[in-house]
């Protein structure tokens, strides 16, 4: 048994998949009366390519790995779900998150109901820092997947490179590390580290610096046997035809993708400054997302007067080590003049 399949839960192991009329046949025909479809010819009539082989084919070409190393969900939302119902045998087994973190880890994980034991960022020396020791010591025999967020939500750092080789090096499970924000850092994908480490997964989406939240595309890069099994355990036609038809020209447009990035960072750089000097702020935690952590005097009383000007930001007062902390997604250079001008009047 492969190392991979050892660690699969007992009953995914032994799936028979669904096998659907578009997987059964995949060829040319002219006339398809094989999956139940309306014959006439209306937009979408016909069922998606339950394996997103054009899709993946582009993505593959983009991120320089094959087809066979990437999944793709319904958001990352969907992988991280995916990845929790391989590994993770409900009632026993456990996975391991950091905290401050992305919540859907946890929450993923209690739907699964698998034990999801957080583990506390440093906050010694470098901010919101990960400590590969700290995590190792709370594995156990059960623990079947790590997931590690870099740059982290919500605290906008990279996490340390050296401390997730040391974690890839000496946890027997998966380990999962979300690059949601990678591209607003200047750090290289993990992705270029797969044939290194067999148990790696990688995440990455549409929603964020592709600006396409509402299209619905997140991306799993592994080994071709963990997206093998993630592509068995996933809903058959996860991906609408819309979504897989307007991805890969969006694909195409990443001039666009990387002059919004560009814009974005030299908005953050400003806005960090200009509200760093707000005497409502009392620090702005460094960052390589499309947001900022802001420690304000009173988180509460900031938020509900910023909403009074119908600016919603996210109060994160009540996550661990962000006590009045406000999560401020950079925007438009008109809204963040905004923010700042609102945040000067809460000032006074
Ligand atoms: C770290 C992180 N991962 C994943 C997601 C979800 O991404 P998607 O829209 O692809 O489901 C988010 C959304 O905010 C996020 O912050």
């Not at 034991?117 to 010591?137: I, K, Y």
């Amino acid at each position: 048994m492969s190392t991979i399949s050892s660690l699969l839960r007992s009953n995914i192991r032994n799936l028979k998949p669904y096998s659907s009329a578009r997987d059964e046949f995949q060829g040319k025909a002219t006339i398809n009366l094989d999956a139940n479809e309306n014959p006439f010819n209306v937009a979408y009539a016909r069922y998606p390519d339950p394996l997103q082989r054009n899709l993946r084919q582009r993505i593959a070409k983009m991120k320089s790995l094959s087809p066979e190393q990437i999944f793709t969900g319904n958001g990352s939302d969907e992988a991280i779900d995916l990845v929790i119902r391989a590994f993770c045998e409900p009632g026993s087994e456990n996975l391991i998150a950091l905290t401050p973190s992305y919540g859907m880890y946890k929450v993923a994980a209690d739907i699964n109901n698998v034990e999801c034991r957080q583990v506390e960022l440093a906050t010694d020396g470098a901010t919101f820092s990960l400590n590969s020791q700290a995590v190792l010591d709370v594995v156990d025999k059960k623990t079947k997947v790590i997931f590690l967020c870099s740059p982290n939500n919500p605290t906008g750092n990279l996490l340390d490179k050296a401390e997730i080789y040391r974690i890839l090096d000496n946890f027997k499970g998966v380990v999962v590390v979300d690059e949601a924000y990678l591209d607003f850092s200047l750090a290289a994908s993990l992705s270029s580290d797969l044939g290194r480490y067999p148990r790696l997964i990688v995440l990455q989406t549409l929603s964020k610096a592709w600006g396409a939240a509402g299209m619905r595309l997140g991306m799993a890069f592994a080994n071709r046997e963990i997206i093998g099994v993630l592509n068995q355990i996933k809903y058959p036609y996860n991906i609408n035809q819309l979504t897989q038809t307007y991805a890969i020209q969006r694909l195409f447009s990443d001039v666009v993708m990387k002059d919004h990035v560009k814009e974005i960072i030299a908005e953050r750089t400003a806005l960090a400054a200009d509200i760093q000097k707000q005497a409502c702020v009392k620090h702005v935690y460094p960052s390589d997302a499309n947001f900022l952590l802001v420690k304000v005097t009173d988180a509460e009383t900031i938020y509900k007067g910023l909403v009074a000007k119908k600016i919603v930001v996210r109060n994160r007062h009540s996550l661990p080590l962000c006590e009045n902390c406000l999560r401020i997604t950079i925007g438009t250079p008109a809204e963040n003049k905004a923010l700042l001008d609102a945040l000067k009047h809460l000032s006074k």
